[in-house]
Structures are given as C-alpha cells and as structure tokens.
C-alpha cells in the first residue's frame, strides 16, 4: 500500500498583518515534524514568510494563482511567480473563491494544470453546500467537480492533493463527524480510482477542511482515508495550530 505522508495546511485568507503571520508560525522555526507542514498567505506576505521561517521545514504556498500565465490580466499572479517566490504548492478552487470570485470548475482545471507545468503542488479544494448536502446530491457535486477538473489532467497521484472541504463545515465550527469524513474521503478515493486509475488514487492525499482545531483533529486523522488537514481559523493561533501539527505527527 502507499505511503502518504500526512500534510498540513493553513490557510491564513486575508489575514494579517506580517507581526500576527510570523507569532502564528514562530514555533516551528529549528523544529522537525514527519508532517509535511504548509502556509498560505496572503501573496503579499509570502517572501517575508519565506524569509521568516528559512531555518523551518514549513512549505509556504499561496491560496489561488492566475488561469493565465502571462499578459495584460491586471491584479493577477501565475503560477510561475509563485514557484519563482519559492512557493511549493498553491490551493485551487476554495470555496470563497467558488462563491465570491465565480472560480469554476473548468477554470480550476485550467489553474491545476498552470500548477502542474511549473512543479507547484495544485490542491484541489472540493465539496458540497448545504443546500446540496440537504438534497441529497453531496457526491454528485463532488463527482462532476473531480471529473471536471481532474479528467483531462495528466499527472501521477502525488504531483497534487485534494482536499475535501465541506461548505457548510467552513468557519462555522461544525467540522464534520470523523466517520462522515472518513466515507466521503473513502468515496472521493474511490471516484478517483475509476477516473485516474488506481495508482493514483493509492498515492493522491485527501485532506479533509472545515472547522479543524486543536480539539478534533485526531479523531479525524485516525481515518485511513483522511491524509492531512487544511486549516483556517485555528491555523492563525500559534498554540492551536502547533498542536494540530503534534497531532498530525504522533498519528
Ligand atoms: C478553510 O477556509 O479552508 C477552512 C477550512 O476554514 P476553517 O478551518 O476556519 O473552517
């Protein structure tokens, strides 16, 4: 069976400014994890992070990149400016930018592949609203949104990660159950299989987003199909997020 190294991701959205960024991550600096450990800032504050934590193991991201990859696209950053800041992988598709800045599925394939040519690690965020999770059709939605994004994609399982992030989960503190989670990473698997082949689907991490924190995250990284965690409000408390880390690295 594969092995895949849990990751851990925070996602600061817009969050500052640099002094709050750098108290949320100081901790880290001369401590190894096995975790693979991420941040995202806002793109503004990247190189200043990855200044900061030169002497960490932490892996600095962005939250989006451009579709295009060069041109007169006003207020946009590609995907090669982010590998070039040093960035190691970029999230694609959050919810807020579903819902807020009219990302699509065909867009957020357009980026993973952006992603893809220049080595930054795409994770692909996924999931179901409330209205849909109410209906019925939660795998539905989250079938159309791998099949739309990933079926023409041309990579192995460990060039990008999913991550599985329930709408109605996100900043709300309702995480999911742990065993609802784990069914419906265990389906996504399962969708990715029939869609990338197996290999694929063995090595891609799942992680699982919505209302981690330092409470609940190891009764959702128990799960054999929940690979990781992506992290929003709790990642911005310093002792919170290192204990979420902890918890990934003792899993
Ligand atoms: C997110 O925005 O990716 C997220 C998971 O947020 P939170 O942890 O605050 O629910």
């Known amino acids: 069976m594969a092995e895949r190294n849990p990751l851990v991701i925070a996602n600061w959205k817009l969050n500052g400014g640099i002094d709050l960024l750098c108290t949320s991550v100081a901790a880290f600096i001369g401590k190894h994890f096995e975790t693979d450990i991420a941040i995202c800032p806002p793109y503004i504050y990247m190189r200043d ?63 993973v592949n952006q992603a893809l040519e220049v080595n930054l690690m795409p994770i692909l965020c996924i999931g179901e609203n409330l209205q849909q999770r109410d209906a019925g059709v939660t795998k539905d939605v989250l079938f159309k949104q791998l099949e739309e994004t990933l079926g023409e994609i041309e ?30 990473h265990a389906y996504i698997r399962c969708q990715l299989a029939s869609i990338k082949g197996e290999d694929f689907a063995e090595k ?10 330092k409470d609940n995250a190891a009764d959702l990284l128990k799960n054999k199909d929940i690979d990781g965690l992506l992290v929003g409000g709790a990642s911005l408390d310093a002792e919170h997020f290192m204990q ?8």
């Open 49 to 111: 992070m990855l200044n900061f934590l030169q002497h960490s193991e932490i892996i600095v991201g962005s939250q989006n990149i451009s579709k295009y990859a060069s041109g007169a696209y006003t207020g946009e950053t590609s995907a090669k400016m982010v590998k070039q800041a040093g960035g190691g992988l970029c999230l694609i598709g959050h919810s807020e930018r579903r819902q807020m800045f009219g990302e699509s599925n065909a867009s957020c394939q357009i980026k």
């Open 155 to 184: 990579c192995s399982g460990e060039q990008l990660c999913v991550a599985y992030e329930p709408v109605w989960a996100i900043g709300t503190g309702k995480a999911a159950s742990p065993d609802d989670a784990q069914n419906i």
């Open 204 to 213: 891609v991490r799942i992680l699982y987003g919505g209302s981690v924190n």
């Open 244 to 251: 979420i880390c902890k918890v990934a690295d003792a899993n």
